[in-house]
T-cell receptor
Framework: GAGVSQSPSNKVTEKGKDVELRCDPI?????LYWYRQSLGQGLEFLIY????????KSGLPSDRFSAERTGGSVSTLTIQRTQQEDSAVYLC??????????????FGPGTRLTVT | AQSVSQHNHHVILSEAASLELGCNYS??????LFWYVQYPGQHLQLLLK??????LVKGIKGFEAEFIKSKFSFNLRKPSVQWSDTAEYFC???????????FGTGTKLQVIP
Protein backbone atom coordinates (compact mmCIF):
# COMPACT_ATOMS: atom_id res chain seq x y z
CA GLY A 1 0.00 0.00 0.00
CA ALA A 2 0.95 3.64 -0.15
CA GLY A 3 3.47 4.84 2.37
CA VAL A 4 3.91 8.22 3.98
CA SER A 5 4.36 10.94 1.41
CA GLN A 6 5.78 14.42 1.86
CA SER A 7 5.87 17.45 -0.36
CA PRO A 8 7.79 19.22 -1.61
CA SER A 9 10.84 16.99 -1.65
CA ASN A 10 13.10 20.02 -1.81
CA LYS A 11 12.44 23.62 -0.91
CA VAL A 12 14.80 26.55 -1.24
CA THR A 13 13.60 29.77 0.30
CA GLU A 14 14.98 33.16 1.19
CA LYS A 15 15.55 34.13 4.78
CA GLY A 16 12.44 35.75 6.21
CA LYS A 17 9.93 33.97 3.98
CA ASP A 18 7.28 31.57 5.26
CA VAL A 19 7.20 27.93 4.15
CA GLU A 20 4.65 25.13 4.37
CA LEU A 21 5.60 21.48 4.36
CA ARG A 22 3.00 18.79 3.80
CA CYS A 23 2.68 15.24 5.07
CA ASP A 24 0.21 12.57 3.96
CA PRO A 25 0.29 9.72 6.47
CA ILE A 26 -0.63 6.13 5.82
CA UNK A 27 -4.39 5.76 5.70
CA UNK A 28 -5.79 4.70 9.05
CA UNK A 29 -2.76 5.69 11.09
CA UNK A 30 -3.91 7.80 13.98
CA UNK A 31 -0.53 9.06 15.16
CA LEU A 32 1.57 11.52 13.17
CA TYR A 33 4.98 12.92 14.04
CA TRP A 34 7.23 15.64 12.69
CA TYR A 35 10.99 15.51 13.17
CA ARG A 36 13.89 17.64 12.03
CA GLN A 37 17.12 15.97 10.92
CA SER A 38 20.22 18.10 10.85
CA LEU A 39 23.80 17.02 10.22
CA GLY A 40 25.16 15.44 13.37
CA GLN A 41 22.01 16.18 15.36
CA GLY A 42 20.02 13.02 14.87
CA LEU A 43 16.27 13.27 14.76
CA GLU A 44 14.88 16.17 16.71
CA PHE A 45 11.26 15.68 17.76
CA LEU A 46 9.05 18.62 16.82
CA ILE A 47 5.39 17.75 17.30
CA TYR A 48 3.10 14.75 17.68
CA UNK A 49 -0.58 14.33 16.86
CA UNK A 50 -2.68 11.48 18.21
CA UNK A 51 -6.25 11.22 16.98
CA UNK A 52 -8.39 14.07 18.25
CA UNK A 53 -6.21 14.77 21.28
CA UNK A 54 -4.37 18.03 21.70
CA UNK A 55 -1.00 17.76 19.95
CA UNK A 56 2.24 17.48 21.88
CA LYS A 57 4.08 20.60 20.76
CA SER A 58 6.90 20.33 23.24
CA GLY A 59 9.57 19.95 20.57
CA LEU A 60 8.79 23.04 18.50
CA PRO A 61 11.94 25.19 18.72
CA SER A 62 10.23 28.58 18.57
CA ASP A 63 6.88 30.24 17.99
CA ARG A 64 7.80 30.57 14.33
CA PHE A 65 6.99 26.87 14.00
CA SER A 66 3.44 25.57 13.95
CA ALA A 67 1.63 22.53 12.64
CA GLU A 68 -1.88 21.40 12.10
CA ARG A 69 -3.54 18.18 11.14
CA THR A 70 -6.81 18.43 9.31
CA GLY A 71 -9.47 15.75 9.56
CA GLY A 72 -7.10 13.44 11.36
CA SER A 73 -5.12 12.89 8.18
CA VAL A 74 -2.97 15.37 6.26
CA SER A 75 -0.63 17.55 8.28
CA THR A 76 1.08 20.83 7.44
CA LEU A 77 4.17 22.16 9.18
CA THR A 78 4.55 25.91 8.81
CA ILE A 79 7.72 27.85 9.47
CA GLN A 80 7.32 31.60 9.54
CA ARG A 81 10.10 34.10 8.91
CA THR A 82 12.58 31.37 8.09
CA GLN A 83 16.14 31.61 9.36
CA GLN A 84 19.26 29.92 8.04
CA GLU A 85 19.38 27.65 11.08
CA ASP A 86 16.03 26.21 9.96
CA SER A 87 17.82 24.50 7.06
CA ALA A 88 17.41 20.76 7.60
CA VAL A 89 15.49 17.72 6.43
CA TYR A 90 12.00 17.65 7.89
CA LEU A 91 10.67 14.15 8.34
CA CYS A 92 7.13 13.02 8.91
CA UNK A 93 6.15 9.65 10.34
CA UNK A 94 2.89 7.96 11.12
CA UNK A 95 1.98 4.95 13.19
CA UNK A 96 -1.07 2.93 14.03
CA UNK A 97 -2.20 2.92 17.63
CA UNK A 98 -4.58 1.12 19.90
CA UNK A 99 -4.42 -2.07 21.88
CA UNK A 100 -1.75 -4.38 20.63
CA UNK A 101 -0.16 -1.76 18.43
CA UNK A 102 3.57 -2.00 18.12
CA UNK A 103 3.83 1.77 17.73
CA UNK A 104 6.27 1.24 14.86
CA UNK A 105 6.77 4.47 12.97
CA UNK A 106 6.65 4.63 9.20
CA PHE A 107 8.70 7.47 7.81
CA GLY A 108 8.27 9.58 4.73
CA PRO A 109 11.11 10.61 2.41
CA GLY A 110 11.44 14.02 4.01
CA THR A 111 11.53 17.58 2.75
CA ARG A 112 14.96 19.14 2.43
CA LEU A 113 14.64 22.80 3.36
CA THR A 114 17.41 25.22 2.46
CA VAL A 115 17.18 28.80 3.67
CA THR A 116 19.47 31.17 1.78
CA ALA B 1 11.99 13.21 30.07
CA GLN B 2 13.82 10.36 28.46
CA SER B 3 17.04 10.78 26.50
CA VAL B 4 19.10 8.49 24.30
CA SER B 5 22.87 8.38 23.84
CA GLN B 6 24.70 6.76 20.98
CA HIS B 7 28.37 7.00 21.72
CA ASN B 8 29.71 5.91 18.34
CA HIS B 9 29.15 8.58 15.71
CA HIS B 10 31.03 6.96 12.88
CA VAL B 11 32.14 3.34 12.64
CA ILE B 12 34.22 1.85 9.84
CA LEU B 13 34.46 -1.93 9.52
CA SER B 14 35.68 -4.43 6.98
CA GLU B 15 33.26 -6.98 5.62
CA ALA B 16 32.81 -10.01 7.88
CA ALA B 17 33.80 -8.05 10.98
CA SER B 18 31.50 -8.15 13.97
CA LEU B 19 29.44 -5.10 14.87
CA GLU B 20 28.25 -3.69 18.15
CA LEU B 21 26.69 -0.23 18.35
CA GLY B 22 26.07 1.21 21.76
CA CYS B 23 22.80 2.74 22.92
CA ASN B 24 22.01 3.99 26.41
CA TYR B 25 18.86 5.66 27.58
CA SER B 26 17.94 7.59 30.66
CA UNK B 27 14.56 6.84 32.13
CA UNK B 28 13.81 4.84 35.22
CA UNK B 29 10.46 3.41 34.21
CA UNK B 30 9.26 0.92 31.66
CA UNK B 31 10.35 1.67 28.12
CA UNK B 32 9.94 0.49 24.57
CA LEU B 33 13.16 0.38 22.59
CA PHE B 34 13.80 0.58 18.88
CA TRP B 35 16.58 0.54 16.33
CA TYR B 36 15.90 2.25 13.01
CA VAL B 37 18.14 2.19 9.95
CA GLN B 38 18.49 4.63 7.08
CA TYR B 39 20.22 3.21 4.01
CA PRO B 40 21.70 5.76 1.59
CA GLY B 41 18.92 7.47 -0.31
CA GLN B 42 16.17 5.57 1.48
CA HIS B 43 13.61 6.23 4.19
CA LEU B 44 14.17 5.47 7.82
CA GLN B 45 12.85 1.99 8.56
CA LEU B 46 12.45 -0.19 11.63
CA LEU B 47 15.25 -2.69 12.20
CA LEU B 48 13.99 -4.23 15.45
CA LYS B 49 12.09 -3.38 18.61
CA UNK B 50 11.76 -4.47 22.21
CA UNK B 51 8.50 -4.22 24.14
CA UNK B 52 8.60 -7.04 26.66
CA UNK B 53 9.65 -10.65 27.10
CA UNK B 54 12.96 -12.03 25.90
CA UNK B 55 15.53 -9.23 26.23
CA LEU B 56 17.41 -10.57 23.20
CA VAL B 57 15.56 -9.33 20.16
CA LYS B 58 16.09 -10.53 16.62
CA GLY B 59 15.56 -8.15 13.74
CA ILE B 60 15.84 -8.11 9.99
CA LYS B 61 19.04 -8.87 8.06
CA GLY B 62 20.69 -10.78 10.90
CA PHE B 63 20.70 -7.93 13.40
CA GLU B 64 19.93 -8.43 17.06
CA ALA B 65 19.86 -6.27 20.15
CA GLU B 66 19.99 -7.02 23.84
CA PHE B 67 18.07 -5.05 26.43
CA ILE B 68 20.02 -4.88 29.70
CA LYS B 69 17.76 -3.09 32.14
CA SER B 70 20.40 -2.70 34.85
CA LYS B 71 22.65 -0.89 32.40
CA PHE B 72 19.90 1.08 30.65
CA SER B 73 21.33 -0.24 27.41
CA PHE B 74 20.03 -1.63 24.13
CA ASN B 75 23.10 -2.37 22.03
CA LEU B 76 22.79 -3.47 18.44
CA ARG B 77 24.87 -6.40 17.21
CA LYS B 78 25.60 -8.34 14.07
CA PRO B 79 28.17 -11.13 13.96
CA SER B 80 29.34 -10.50 10.39
CA VAL B 81 28.62 -7.28 8.53
CA GLN B 82 28.21 -6.90 4.79
CA TRP B 83 28.90 -3.98 2.50
CA SER B 84 25.12 -3.58 2.14
CA ASP B 85 24.89 -2.78 5.88
CA THR B 86 26.44 0.61 5.20
CA ALA B 87 23.84 2.97 6.61
CA GLU B 88 23.02 5.24 9.52
CA TYR B 89 21.56 3.54 12.59
CA PHE B 90 19.34 5.26 15.15
CA CYS B 91 18.41 4.03 18.57
CA UNK B 92 15.08 5.26 19.97
CA UNK B 93 13.07 4.97 23.16
CA UNK B 94 9.53 5.64 24.23
CA UNK B 95 7.91 5.45 27.64
CA UNK B 96 5.51 2.52 27.87
CA UNK B 97 1.99 3.74 27.17
CA UNK B 98 3.13 6.86 25.34
CA UNK B 99 3.81 7.13 21.65
CA UNK B 100 6.27 9.98 21.73
CA UNK B 101 9.64 8.59 20.67
CA UNK B 102 13.05 10.06 21.43
CA PHE B 103 15.87 9.30 18.99
CA GLY B 104 19.60 9.22 19.48
CA THR B 105 21.96 11.19 17.26
CA GLY B 106 22.68 8.20 15.06
CA THR B 107 25.74 6.14 14.14
CA LYS B 108 27.04 6.09 10.62
CA LEU B 109 28.35 2.66 9.71
CA GLN B 110 30.65 2.29 6.75
CA VAL B 111 31.51 -1.24 5.68
CA ILE B 112 34.54 -1.59 3.45
CA PRO B 113 34.48 -4.47 0.96
Amino acid sequence: GAGVSQSPSNKVTEKGKDVELRCDPISGHTALYWYRQSLGQGLEFLIYFQGNSAPDKSGLPSDRFSAERTGGSVSTLTIQRTQQEDSAVYLCASSPSGAGSSYEQYFGPGTRLTVT
Amino acid sequence: AQSVSQHNHHVILSEAASLELGCNYSYGGTVNLFWYVQYPGQHLQLLLKYFSGDPLVKGIKGFEAEFIKSKFSFNLRKPSVQWSDTAEYFCAVSIRGYQKVTFGTGTKLQVIP
